[in-house]
T-cell receptor, first 112, second 118 residues
């Protein structure tokens, strides 16, 4: 069935290093992808999004890359900070509506 | 802008009772809101799509008679867990998409409601 999944369940990085969180999706018809950050006990927080007509999009310290050929999505966080520690979810939006499908999530640990 | 609130943030109830969770869009109107459920260390699972003025659309496997959804206004959707049991204990999260430019489907999430059924 359709799914959005992640390669790594946890990621540990040193403060100041760059982080890369990966995601694979299976529905080639999806045209909108979002990365969310969820801190413990809180709701997901929007980080950055990208549409299928783009390969790359940059925000403040974050970059999302989309490779439609291999159905792969990644989130890059530059100069990772302790405040970046959280669970990160990629999400896929069906073109037929607004139903968002979430991936399994990756927990990011930032070591001081 | 685009703030979504939930109330209560925490609720503990006895088995067999019903619990109502509110989801409000504070600074925008939302014709559609979404209800998710999240178990510890797991991802968000969509339960239902709440439509203002009409019946909610439930995902497969979600009991509509157990999880009652009412979207009475453009800023409020409620989820009622009826006859709650310990297995209903979970983190319930709502979201909404503010109207904006065509194609803007970004969802904004509430802070979540943690339900513990004893």
């Amino acid at each position: 069935g359709e799914s959005v999944g992640l390669h790594l369940p946890t990621l540990s990085v040193q403060e100041g290093d760059n982080s890369i969180i990966n995601c694979a999706y299976s529905n080639s018809a999806s045209d909108y992808f979002i990365w969310y950050k969820q801190e413990s006990g809180k709701g997901p927080q929007f980080i950055i999004d990208i549409r299928s007509n783009m390969d790359k999009r940059q925000g403040q310290r974050v970059t999302v890359l989309l490779n439609k050929t291999v159905k792969h999505l990644s989130l890059q966080i530059a100069a990772t900070q302790p405040g970046d520690s959280a669970v990160y979810f990629c999400a896929e939006l069906n073109t037929g509506g607004f139903k968002t499908i979430f991936g399994a999530g990756t927990r990011l640990f930032v070591k001081a | 802008g685009a703030v979504v609130s939930q109330h209560p943030s925490w609720v503990i109830c006895k088995s067999g009772t019903s619990v109502k969770i509110e989801c409000r869009s504070l600074d925008f109107q939302a014709t559609t809101m979404f209800w998710y459920r999240q178990f510890p260390k797991q991802s968000l699972m969509l339960m239902a799509t709440s439509n203002e003025g009409s019946k909610a659309t439930y995902e497969q496997g979600v009991e509509k008679d157990k999880f009652l959804i009412n979207h009475a206004s453009l800023t409020l959707s409620t989820l009622t867990v009826t006859s709650a049991h310990p297995e209903d204990s979970s983190f319930y999260i709502c979201s909404a998409s503010p109207p904006g430019l065509a194609g803007d489907e970004t969802q904004y999430f509430g802070p979540g409601t943690r339900l513990l059924v004893l």
